[in-house]
T-cell receptor, first 109, second 110 residues
Framework: EDQVTQSPEALRLQEGESSSLNCSYT??????LFWYRQDPGKGPEFLFT???AGEEKEKERLKATLTKKESFLHITAPKPEDSATYLC??????????FGTGTRLQVTL | ETGVTQTPRHLVMGMTNKKSLKCEQH?????MYWYKQSAKKPLELMFV???????ENNSVPSRFSPECPNSSHLFLHLHTLQPEDSALYLC?????????FGSGTRLTVV
């Protein structure tokens, strides 16, 4: 059975204080690892797909990396508008998304 | 309208009521999904439809009944729910691996 574990559960950063979120996974036949952002009262919003170990993707202050066992979402010089819950998910040979419980990020001034 | 639209945004229902959640996607995707999101739990996949055919039912109780009349519309019919069914119900659609989610229906069962 595919599994995703995210840490930390919650993270509080000051504006400009860089950090990383972790996503550890086990999956049969990885087809893709996904990062989503979810704001309160809204559905998840797609950020990145990573397909194989060593791959990296960037978008503004966010950078996602992938190894054979985990993925990191690096946040560089975050701003208050980056506050959200960040969800990690994988899909494998079963072709269905398995999500982690997310990391709640709060960025303060 | 673009994307995935869900209605209603909020719903309060008694345990003996019957209600339906609606989802519409304007992306031309072939697959549609229902997920349940409860506090401190991962998103739980409930149902999957590919080209209007149900391809997965993740051991969901029969008080939840999905309907997919065409590839753009998805319904979730609810009846005799329990308080533990209170959650955010999310609809999603996909063409390849990436899913696009709606904003969800916040359901409260009283």
């Amino acid at each position: 059975e595919d599994q995703v574990t995210q840490s930390p559960e919650a993270l509080r950063l000051q504006e400009g204080e860089s950090s990383s979120l972790n996503c550890s996974y086990t999956v049969s036949g990885l087809r893709g690892l996904f990062w989503y952002r979810q704001d309160p009262g809204k559905g998840p919003e797609f950020l990145f797909t990573l397909y194989s170990a060593g791959e990296e993707k960037e978008k503004e202050r966010l950078k996602a990396t992938l190894t054979k066992k985990e993925s990191f979402l690096h946040i560089t010089a975050p701003k208050p508008e980056d506050s959200a819950t960040y969800l990690c998910a994988v899909t494998g040979t079963a072709s269905k998304l398995t999500f982690g419980t997310g990391t709640r990020l709060q960025v303060t001034l | 309208e673009t994307g995935v639209t869900q209605t209603p945004r909020h719903l309060v229902m008694g345990m003996t009521n019957k209600k339906s959640l609606k989802c519409e996607q304007h992306l031309g995707h072939n697959a549609m999904y229902w997920y349940k999101q409860s506090a401190k739990k991962p998103l739980e996949l409930m149902f999957v439809y590919n080209f209007k055919e149900q391809t997965e039912n993740n051991s969901v109780p029969s008080r939840f009944s999905p309907e997919c009349p065409n590839s753009s519309h998805l319904f979730l019919h609810l009846h005799t729910l329990q308080p533990e069914d209170s959650a955010l119900y999310l609809c999603a659609s996909s063409q390849d691996l990436v899913s696009t989610f709606g904003s969800g229906t916040r359901l409260t069962v009283v």
